[in-house]
Structures are given as structure tokens and as C-alpha cells.
């Protein structure tokens, strides 16, 4: 990569860092490529040391298990980069958000906005919220969100393994599309037991007869992969699925879990193609019929995984092509107000007599509002290739949200992925609400009437008419 090149794009990523001090995302931004469009990709270790944080500081860190990991993609054109990055973390909310978006566009040299960064969720991995985390520090708290320090080395090796990765790009030719039902692996966490009562407790595992005979609900079975291709050599491949990435969690042992198994055996089937994992919107989806939380079963999940992330790979279309359009559409959600949500109740949770846990909640309650105080929308981002989508969603959002956005553009082959920037915790349905679901608990931070707002978010990245169903 030449110098004038490397110029250039560090004078938009310049542009990018006082643009993202705005207040407000633009409305809809849309970028249209219309020259040879380049490829590279990164990857770097993620994995955290003894004594982090884990599930938000449920617990620490103590040893691990598999290493956590982050990898991406830079697409280059001729207008500014467009960065995607899926990482082994439970979450990253907030002023994390933007740090994450702010060092990587510096390195890609583009601006925040055009950085797509998702976390995979699983459990025994960290969240990143620094103001929380701060709030926590300045009252000498117990309770630990996450590391400041361990987060921005973190970031920086990422960003250097990006800035290494754009001295090897290559033409990106055609976009290939192909799916693959995943069986046995994902389930509601909604069913009706035998007496017709609607229950909400099939969580990643479960060993209650009720919940494992009941049918697996509404899912969304279908495992996607979107791969970019410089010839005849797939240099990318993104595996999309929707379910909570745990299998057995809770101990201290550090892991990428059953994902990260199945995505590191395809790496080595593939040793010239990046192998991606991505998340699907699966805030109300488990793996609960069919893991009992025995330790063997991880491997048996990833074994179910990788086959359908084979036959996905098998099933593979290619088509051309030469430009695509960005966009980012903005969501504002209002905080949940109810009891013990206020926010004076959330302050008076930040004393020393409050469990630790409970303190990490009350921050990162508190962190969301202060972003929302600010009017700093949420970002829904697409990355549009015509005949292919990927569109990132914010937080736990219900697989309602992501079916809805396949129904909004059947012309599309569109992968959806969840826990894109993540401080609202669950968005529901308004259905859910109704029901009373018991998971809205103490991870669910917006108010009723947010399914209407991300549906208008979601058209609106997707740039699909009203009309449409």
C-alpha cells in the first residue's frame, strides 16, 4: 500500500473522529462503490487475563478453557473503508462502543460510523462498559464490570492486527450466498407446558422434562454464510446463526464455547479463507432442549454447528460484484422506568452495602441513561451488496426482529447479526411484554414501545418500503 494511499485514509479516519462527536447519527448515510473493490482481513487475541469480569462481573476470570479471539474484514473502495468485526466478548455498550469504532476507523483510516463491531455473547467473556466501569472505581466499589486497562490493549491489538492486514488486500470479484439447517442446537426459551401454562424458563440448559419434550418454538433454523471472493478463492467466509453461544458457564473458566469450536475447525478445513462467526438476534433463543449443561455436550453442539456451517459452505451461489452501499440508520430507545429502574433507585445501588453484581447492574443501568441524556442514538448499520445484506442490531434483540428483517427484503440474501452495540440489554416484543416473560427481568433496560421503533430503524437500514410485510 502505497503512502499516498495510507494519507488518504488517515485523513478521512481524521474526519471520521470529529464527526463522532456529534450528538446525532445522520438519518440514513449511503455510500454507493462503484470501482474494484479490495479486501483484507485481521485477527487478533482477545482472551482476558485472571481476575476480569466475566457475564458483566457475575464473576472473574480464573482460567481458560479456549482462547477468545477477534476477526474482521476491511472493505476498501473508493470512498472511505467499511470495517466489520465479530469478537469473542459477551458485550461492548457504550463509550466501549465508541472506542472500539474510533481506534479502528483510525487504523482503517475512515470514519466511526463505518465500523461495524459485534460481540458473539458468550458468557464466559467479558463486558465493556467503561462508564459503568468507572462509576464502579470512583465510589471504591467491590463490583467489577470490566478492566480498563486489559479493554484498551484489547482494542490496540486489534487495530494493529487490522493495520497489518491492509498491507495484504486483494480484489474482491464476486459474493457468494448459501444456507443450512442447523438441527438440534437452537430453541425458544418460550414453550407451553403440558398444563398450557406459557413459561419462559428454557434457558441454555436445562434439565426440566417440560421444557425438553416441548416443541423448539419460534426459531429461525437457518444457518447463513456470506463469503467474499477474489477469483476463484474465497477470502472470507461469515457464518450467521441465532442462538445464546453457551453450552456450560459460570465457573471462571474463559471460553469461546461451542461457536468457537465449530469456527475454529472450519478455520482449519479452510486455512486459506478467514472464517467468521457471527451471532444471530438471539435474546430469546437457547440451546435449553437440547443441552442438559454435562460438559461433553459442548462438543456435540459444535459438531451440529459445523456440519450445518459445512453444508452452508456447500451450498454456495456466487455472483459478481462491483459496488455496494453503507448505511446507518439511528435508534432512540427510552429507559425502563419501573420500580428499582429509576433513576435515583439505580444511584442509591451504588454503595458498598449492595452486592457487587447488583452494583455492576445499577452502573451499567446508569451508563445507558447518561448515553441516552446525551442523544446519542443507537447505530443500525447495513452493508448492502445488492443481491446480499448484512445488517448489525443493537443489544439482545428478540428473533422476531431478525425474521422481520428478512421478511422486509425477500430480494436479499440477508444475514442479520445481534449484539451490535449493546446497552439496552433485551428488546422484546410488545407480545413478550404482555406475557409477563420472566427473562425481562434485571437484563432488560428500555421501556415498552421499543418493537416499533428498531422495526423503523430496521426499514430504514434496509431502505425497504412501509408497505412491505
Not at 463522532?20 to 479490495?38: D, I, N, Q
Not at 417440560?210 to 477474489?230: H, M, N, Q, R, Y
Not at 443481491?387 to 440477508?414: C, H, K, N, S, W
Request: hydrophobic share 40%.
Amino acid at each position: 500500500m502505497n503512502q499516498k494511499f495510507i494519507s488518504r485514509r488517515r485523513a478521512l479516519g481524521r474526519i471520521g473522529l470529529a464527526l463522532s462527536g456529534s450528538t446525532l447519527l445522520p438519518s440514513c448515510a449511503v455510500f454507493h462503490k462503484r470501482e474494484a473493490l479490495r479486501l483484507c482481513t485481521f485477527s487478533a487475541d482477545v482472551t482476558p487475563p485472571a481476575g476480569i469480569g466475566m457475564m458483566g462481573g457475575a464473576w472473574l476470570s480464573k482460567t481458560v478453557a479456549d482462547p477468545l479471539e477477534a476477526h474482521g474484514f476491511v472493505l476498501l473502495g473508493p470512498d472511505a473503508p467499511v470495517v466489520f468485526v465479530a469478537v469473542d466478548w459477551c458485550e461492548i455498550r457504550n463509550d466501549a462502543y465508541f472506542r472500539w469504532q474510533t481506534v479502528l476507523a483510525d487504523a482503517a483510516g475512515t470514519i466511526p460510523d463505518r465500523v461495524m463491531v459485534m460481540a458473539i455473547h458468550q458468557h464466559d467473556a467479558p463486558i465493556a462498559d467503561l462508564e459503568a466501569e468507572r462509576m464502579l472505581r470512583e465510589k471504591n466499589l467491590a463490583g467489577t464490570i470490566c478492566n480498563l486497562e486489559f479493554h484498551e490493549r484489547a482494542v490496540q491489538n486489534v487495530a494493529a492486527a487490522l493495520r497489518k492486514g491492509l498491507s495484504a488486500t486483494r480484489v474482491l470479484t464476486h459474493i457468494g450466498s448459501g444456507e443450512a439447517r442447523v438441527e438440534q442446537v437452537s430453541s425458544n426459551r418460550r414453550y407451553v407446558a403440558p398444563g398450557g401454562q406459557v413459561r419462559f424458563d428454557r434457558t441454555s440448559s436445562t434439565k426440566n422434562p417440560d421444557a425438553v419434550a416441548a416443541d423448539e418454538g419460534l426459531t429461525d433454523p437457518w444457518l447463513k454464510t456470506l463469503t467474499f471472493w477474489s477469483g476463484d478463492q474465497a477470502i472470507v467466509a461469515l457464518n450467521f446463526f441465532a442462538v445464546h453461544p453457551m453450552s456450560h458457564y459460570g465457573a471462571g473458566e474463559v471460553s469461546a464455547d461451542f461457536p468457537g469450536l465449530a469456527r475454529r475447525r472450519r478455520q482449519a478445513e479452510t486455512p486459506g479463507t478467514k472464517q467468521i462467526y457471527c451471532s444471530g438476534c438471539s435474546g430469546n433463543l437457547t440451546a435449553g432442549k437440547y443441552n442438559n449443561g454435562d460438559h461433553p455436550n459442548r462438543a456435540v453442539l459444535a459438531d451440529r454447528l459445523h456440519r450445518a456451517m459445512s453444508e452452508a459452505w456447500k451450498n454456495t451461489k456466487r455472483q459478481p460484484v462491483k459496488e455496494f452501499d453503507y448505511r446507518v440508520a439511528p435508534l432512540k430507545l427510552a429507559p425502563r422506568e419501573t420500580a428499582g429502574f429509576t433513576q435515583s433507585e439505580l444511584e442509591r445501588a451504588l454503595v458498598p452495602e449492595t452486592k457487587p453484581f447488583q452494583q455492576c447492574l445499577a452502573a451499567m443501568a446508569l451508563s445507558w441513561r447518561k448515553r441516552i441524556a446525551a442523544v446519542r442514538p443507537l447505530p443500525i448499520p447495513a452493508l448492502d451488496f445488492g443481491v446480499a445484506t448484512i445488517l448489525l442490531l443493537p443489544g439482545e434483540a428478540y428473533v422476531e426482529f431478525q425474521l422481520a428483517a428478512q421478511r422486509m427484503r425477500p430480494d436479499r440474501f440477508v444475514c442479520v447479526a445481534g449484539y451490535g452495540d449493546a446497552p439496552a440489554g433485551y428488546i422484546p416484543t410488545e407480545k413478550h411484554i404482555a406475557e409477563h416473560d420472566t427473562n425481562l427481568g434485571d437484563w432488560w433496560w428500555v421501556a415498552p414501545g421499543s418493537e416499533a421503533r428498531l422495526l423503523d430503524a430496521i426499514r430504514e437500514a434496509l431502505a425497504a418500503k412501509r408497505s412491505q410485510p
